[in-house]
């Protein structure tokens, strides 16, 4: 089983930047591949960032050039630097794991950007 735990969502101005985090347990993380997702109100989870236990990295067409997921073994922690933010960028964001085939979830942090 693993836990995740994202923080680092906030509210912040069109063109801000924000750094999430995404803690994991276990020991094994470094064999991981992760993933970042967000959801707006009324629309379906998607596929933000992902990258894999090699850091082999790929993004949504919506935020390539913007956004950057990296990881530190040593922390057992992912992130996701988020540059140039859009109002459309407004969702709640949640770290992602697929082990044996489940799913893990953490519980999500939401990112607000508005003036």
């Known amino acids: 089983q693993v836990q995740l735990v994202e923080s680092g969502g906030g509210l912040v101005q069109p063109g801000g930047s924000l750094r999430l985090s995404c803690a994991a347990s276990?020991?094994?993380?470094?064999?991981?591949?992760m993933g970042w997702y967000r959801q707006a109100p009324g629309n379906q989870r998607e596929l933000v960032a992902r990258?894999?236990?090699?850091?082999?990295?790929n993004y949504a067409d919506s935020v390539k050039g913007r956004f950057t997921i990296s990881r530190d073994n040593a922390k057992n922690t992912v992130y996701l630097q988020m540059n140039s933010l859009k109002p459309e960028d407004t969702a709640v964001y949640y770290c992602?794991?697929?082990?044996?085939?489940?799913?893990?979830w953490g519980q999500g942090t939401q990112v607000t950007v508005s003036s």
């Open positions: 992602n794991t697929v082990l044996r085939g489940y799913w893990y």
């Open positions: 276990g020991s094994a993380f470094r064999n991981y591949d």
């Open positions: 990258i894999t236990s090699s850091t082999r990295t």
